[in-house]
């Protein structure tokens, strides 16, 4: 599998796994909210289950979050050379810069950098 079909790859799960966070976060959030409040939890019946349960939504939350960061994780990993390399442009730019004390010939960093 080539780096392109490697990124599309990763991207779509990493979309997935925020989907899953956001979705699962504003139902723990807005329908599913903890218990307490009023009454200690005795005055306002709240639903106990929207699709699923609440543990159900949490795990999908928490797992989602665990995905999500590996994911991050990894495109970073897969991304280190370019990361560098702008890094390292931006660096080299900032002390051509401070040298010259001029900041209008600035170049855009990312001329030499791979994909």
């Known amino acids: 599998m080539n780096k392109a079909r490697w ?6 799960i990493l979309a997935l796994a925020m989907l899953a ?6 139902v723990l959030w807005l329908v599913l909210p903890h218990a307490g ?4 939890g005795r005055g ?9 349960e609440r543990s159900v939504w949490l795990t999908l939350h928490d797992w989602g979050a665990v995905v999500l960061t590996a994911g991050i994780l ?3 990993f897969l991304h280190r050379k370019w990361i560098a390399c702008m890094f390292g442009n931006l660096w080299r730019n900032a002390k051509d ?8 010939n600035a170049q855009v960093a990312a001329q030499d950098c791979p994909n």
Not at 21 to 26: H, M, N
Not at 97 to 104: L, N
Request: proline share 0%.
């Open 7 to 12: 990124n599309l790859l990763l991207d779509g």
């Open 21 to 26: 966070e956001v979705v699962s976060g504003f």
């Open 37 to 40: 409040g009023y009454r200690g």
């Open 44 to 52: 306002l019946e709240v639903a106990k289950q929207f699709i699923f």
């Open 74 to 76: 990894l495109h970073i």
């Open 97 to 104: 810069a401070a040298r010259t004390r001029r900041t209008a």
